[in-house]
């Protein structure tokens, strides 16, 4: 079991950056691949970005590609989404997602834990 709280959404302005992280309870977070999901108003939650339990292998969704970067630090239980050149598009509501397994893995249904999620809104 493992529970999940994101921090460092907010508003900010086309072509800012932010920076989310979603910290992890529990002492088997290096058992857990990590997900970035979002969710805008009226649309079905859709893949950002995930990472294998030991870093070594990311996927971006190509909306986000070259522009967030994920990252985790194992030591602190922690996943974090580094978000640059921010556009209206990017608003959402962001969660956190883990599941057990050493790939990473990009369909929601694959995950088994949530955050509750943080909003990002980015402003024209």
């Known amino acids: 079991q493992v529970q999940l709280v994101e921090s460092g959404g907010g508003l900010v302005q086309a072509g800012g950056s932010l920076r989310l992280s979603c910290a992890a309870s529990?002492?088997?977070?290096?058992?857990?691949?990590m997900g970035w999901f979002r969710q805008a108003p009226g649309k079905e939650r859709a893949f950002v970005v995930s990472?294998?339990?030991?870093?070594?292998?990311?996927y971006y969704a190509d909306s986000v590609k070259g522009r967030f970067t994920i990252s985790r630090d194992n030591a602190k239980n922690t996943v974090y989404l580094q978000m640059n050149s921010l556009k209206p598009e990017d608003t959402a509501v962001y969660y956190c997602?883990?599941?057990?397994?050493?790939?990473?893995?990009?369909?929601?249904?694959?995950?088994?834990?949530w955050g509750q999620g943080t909003q990002v809104t980015v402003s024209s």
């Open positions: 997602a883990a599941r057990s397994g050493s790939n990473y893995y990009y369909t929601s249904r694959d995950y088994n834990y």
């Open positions: 529990g002492r088997t977070f290096t058992s857990y691949a």
């Open positions: 990472i294998s339990r030991n870093g070594g292998s990311t």
